[in-house]
């Protein structure tokens, strides 16, 4: 009917003057439209439950819009509001369709973030699991009541019964960290610490001098969280200075955190690269919550 209309004139046509005029068959085009848009929200109403929600949108907004603007033309023809509702609907619908984007974007980089954290989670309890087999495999019992049964036969030789009871509690300081302790007390990283410095001490002798200033040791820390500092400013730091040199190792309160530091004054030989060296002549340092507050 539409593309019959210049030469039948069914729908519209345009007199001498220009004026636009209604065909015969307008109202025939006119109840087909309103009736196809009323249909297609009923559809809609009757479908709703197996529609997505965006497609849902689309279709009110692509139905209703000219549905109004069909009644207003009937009632008002000084105006096209016909017309008017394509381009009100087609920026509508573009408006429709940049949100729903932006939300799969948004959507898809949750997800992509929540896997993310379920891979990392899943490589901790990897490591869990190897760390368990592994101490199912090193029998720390057995190791520990082998030591202490040597020890208990060295009562005689002080030097090799205070060497063992060392050894013993650096042992028991790597497996209480290989099976997931999250927490221990400062005071029990220092007895771990000043057992390693022991065991060293003999290797050394008295190249080694360690020298402590704790002032506070009421705290919690990972374990192995200074243990590895102490043995670094050991083996990198005096271990590779002929004259040897002095770890020390302080802890005290600052501005409601905890300072706790390891220094060595060892220089190093000159085989060790520029950035070894500038490393252990810097101090290290670890500053954690205090938990007493």
């Not at 019959?4 to 345009?14: D, E, G, H, N």
């Not at 200033?213 to 400013?233: G, H, K, Y």
């Amino acid at each position: 009917m539409l593309a019959s209309t210049p030469l039948t004139k069914a729908l519209y046509y345009f007199d001498e003057q220009n004026y636009y005029h209604r065909g015969q068959l307008y109202g025939v085009w006119y109840v087909t439209t309103v009736i196809s848009f009323i249909f297609i929200l009923f559809v809609l109403i009757a479908c709703r439950k197996k529609t997505e929600p965006f497609l849902r949108q689309l279709v009110l907004v692509a139905s209703l819009i000219p549905l109004f603007a069909f009644i207003f033309n009937f009632a008002y023809t000084g105006i096209s509001f016909s017309n008017i509702s394509v381009s009100v609907t087609a920026m509508m619908i573009f408006i429709l369709y940049e949100k729903h984007r932006a939300d799969i974007s948004a959507k898809n980089a949750y997800e992509l973030e929540k896997v993310q954290t379920q891979l990392a989670e899943n490589r901790l309890a990897l490591e869990q699991s190897k760390n368990e087999v592994l101490m199912a495999q090193i029998q720390p019992h057995f190791i520990n009541n082998s030591l202490m049964a040597l020890r208990s036969n060295c009562r005689n030789y002080p030097e090799i019964y205070e060497s063992i009871t060392n050894f013993t509690l650096y042992l028991h300081s790597h497996f209480e960290a290989l099976s997931d302790i999250k927490q221990i007390t400062f005071e029990q990283e220092m007895e771990n610490i000043e057992a390693y410095l022991a065991l060293e001490q003999q290797n050394f002798g008295e190249r080694l001098k360690v020298e402590y200033d704790i002032e506070c040791d009421d705290f919690l820390i990972p374990a192995l969280t200074v243990q590895p500092l102490v043995e670094n400013a050991v083996r990198h730091g005096v271990g590779t200075y002929e004259k040897g040199g002095t770890v020390q190792i302080n802890a005290y309160r600052r501005d409601g955190k905890i300072i706790i530091e390891v220094i060595d004054d060892g220089s190093g030989r000159s085989n060790i690269t520029q950035q070894q060296k500038n490393a252990r002549e810097s101090v290290s340092k670890m500053s954690v919550q205090d938990l007493n507050q």
